[in-house]
């Protein structure tokens, strides 16, 4: 009943939908940021972050594919007792769009070399989508350096055939994430990434079609493409349980693309149950009615989980 | 420690002033090859008590269940079969033309297993030894994209798909073509002739989309003024997201005098028509034989509303449209008979869990019923003029009205909107569930027919459907009719396989 209801509100509402192609188009420093950016060289890079700061432990936000670090927005000060660290990863957000293969071993060393770039040794890794895929190779290559994963929704449990594969290389080319119109993105937004839309999803929403005709975009769009390509080539499901870190894995019941609905279908419990159990070290926490961006259809589910996870598996 | 230094080097960099964003430029998408083979195919293993006596009629059967195509319904004799439909769709997109013009083909086979050898006629063929010379064209249109400002426009020219609404049947979603327009009620099948489709853009998407046509229907005589031809602008706006307001005027010019259309003749007096559940008319007048010959000239104007049709937006789709049929039948040396019929159509859908088929839907069609003398007061449309000349998908029946999922028995007890011009108020509901969400779909239905107050027949269906690979399903369908005025009880029972190949 409760999802008839919103049915029907957007169906009634659907006319009164805000729509912002006829607004000026925003450059990357201009997007949202919970707390303020800051941008350091990484690699030959400019890497955008926004940093709380204090003494506590350190949790590093890891965003997934085209999205930034203010997707996090309902963590970074969720966690007083901590230190939130939230990156934009280069070809996304305020970083720069490098010509550089965007695979997940290169995302990984990135996150590596931003730690490093900021002194910290060890840290709580949380990684949204392929963030989270980003973060188990982290994971993989360096697990000194991480005293606990967080990952919501991860990429990286699934398998695709070398058909599949092919198929997604193809079809999503350099450009393709510049083709999207007004209603695609928020087609996209409202019934793919998000599963409860509100204010945060609205200006994200905006942020995006805002963005689309800068060059920023265009880099973005590269980035889309090749990241996309190496989520499929670069699976860690194979290795999950060479990963001994303790492992938060969140997802939603509603999450509309993982198990991905063309290739693979399923639920997403089973894919999150596998994937959990395959970790040498993995809990799995399962949100009703959120979505694909679970931590932020649910923010308090998940910060509640977070906050449990972390109390029981402390940092060093 | 070295990190340490590290750290200390990198903090001496840190701003909080922005850099300037260095920016990849992507390359360009690379051009794709000229030649594009969708393939389908389609089958079916039927057992069912329909049966078909007509042998002239047995590769093709068509039409109302009981009708003239001869068909039965016996308690004692099960039809048992296996069909197969296989097609293939060619585009050829020359690379020295940029895109701007292609060629399109579609040739299809349909045939039973073990029908014929060397059998001729549509849908025969499989039988032992059989060489197959069952090949039917159905595309055979060349396609150019001329440069009109940003605005795409698509011109067909050729054998092509012909549907009732504004949407490019080369790159529309199904549910773009089943649920908007005249839901392929009124035309939806091949046709020749010139149309052009466009879309008109903003940065918000499209805004428009827009058809014009106009196609012969049939020319009966070359270089005598004898023709069937259909003339149609539609235009469906989008004022909001998701949201749909569309009007359909089409205009429909028949000088056949009934006689065109090969054997089954075509128009209002023809057998054609009747064959497949429309309206005939008769204008014989005491002691004649022959119908006289009838030119008709005939109009629809029609209006839909729809919110997401496709379930892409959101979990409840809503779509509504209604078609006014006008004009007139001129048979020869006789008055005029004017038309004034009406088709209602209206259907929700609301998805209220996971996966693609878990979604429960309603569906009310209604159409006017012609009254003997005076104007004519039914509906018509493409069924009085080709042979399948119209579609009705989205009902979910498989019996009471006519299963889309057929192959080489179109049947059914409702086959056309029109019900022999007697109107109809057609009710179907169903719902699915999916418990593999987008690989295995459950579904139950319900659908209901009355016509002047008379209970026509009350469907119960089911169907199970596997996705086992990418565009390919696989399942058990099974429905009955209760209550109809049929010597048995109508049902069937079949396993079918569909397959998409891109």
Known sequence: MPRLMTALIALGSAACVPTYSHLPPIQPAELYAPVPYQWTPVDGMNIAFQDTGGDGPV???????????????YQMTAFPEYRSIAIDLPGYGASDRPDAPYTMDWFAEVVVSFMDSQGLDHVILAGHSMGGQIALTAALEHPERFDALVLSAPAGFESFSRGHRDWMSDYWTETRAMDATESHIRANFSQLTFAVTDDGVERLIEERVRMRDTDAFAGTSVAVARSIGAMVDGPVRDRLGEIETPTLVVFGTHDALIPNPVFNGGRTRSIAKYGTSALANGELVMVKRAGHTVHHDDADTFNAAVTTFLAEHPPQ | MLILLLAGWAAAQETAAPPE???????????????????????????????????FLDGQVIGPLGGINQTTISDEDIATY????????????????????????????????GDRSYGTGGNTGGGFGADMVNLQTRRLHATFKPLIGDDPLTVHVGLQFLPDGAYDPTAAAPDDLFRSGGRLMFFGSEATGISAYGQVRDDWGTRLHYRAGAFTLWESGLGEPDDVT????????????????????????????????????????????????GAKLDFREDGETAQPDTNADLFWVGAEAGYDHSLTQGALGATGMGFLNLGSFRPADREATDVRGLLLDGEVRFRYARGKGSVARAEAMFTTADTPGGDYTGTIGGNSYGLVGALNT???????????????????VVHDPSFGGQGVLGLSSSIGFDPIP?????????????????????????????????????????????????????????????????
């Open chain 2, 230 to 277: 259909l003339y149609l602008a539609d235009a469906v706006f989008h004022p909001a997201q998701a949201m749909n307001l569309g009007l359909h005027l089409w205009y429909l010019r028949d000088r056949g005098l009934g006689g065109a259309g090969g054997a089954f003749g075509s128009g209002i007096t023809s057998t054609l028509s009747e064959l497949q559940g």
């Open chain 1, 59 to 73: 949790i590093l936000w890891v965003h997934g594919l085209s999205s930034y670090a203010s997707f996090w927005e």
């Open chain 2, 394 to 412: 989205t009902h979910g029946s498989l019996i009471l009205f006519p299963d889309p999922f057929a192959i080489n028995r179109y049947v059914s």
């Open chain 2, 21 to 55: 964003i260095r920016a990849v430029v992507p390359e360009p998408s690379p051009t794709a090859s000229p030649l594009r083979v969708i393939g389908l195919v389609q089958s079916k293993f039927t057992n069912t008590d329909i049966a078909t006596t007509n042998p």
């Open chain 2, 82 to 113: 296996t069909e197969w439909r296989v097609a293939a769709f060619f585009t050829w997109t020359p690379a020295v033309l940029s895109g701007r013009a292609s060629l399109t083909a579609a040739l299809e086979s349909d045939f039973a297993f």
């Open chain 2, 438 to 502: 987008n690989r295995l779909t459950t579904q139950v239905g319900v659908s209901h027919a009355r016509s002047g107050g008379e209970h026509i027949g009350t469907e119960i269906n089911g169907r199970i459907v596997g996705s086992p690979l990418l565009f390919l399903n696989t399942g058990l369908y099974g429905g009955a009719v209760l209550g109809t005025d049929l010597p048995a009880t109508p049902w069937t029972l079949y396993a079918g396989l569909d397959w998409v190949m891109f």
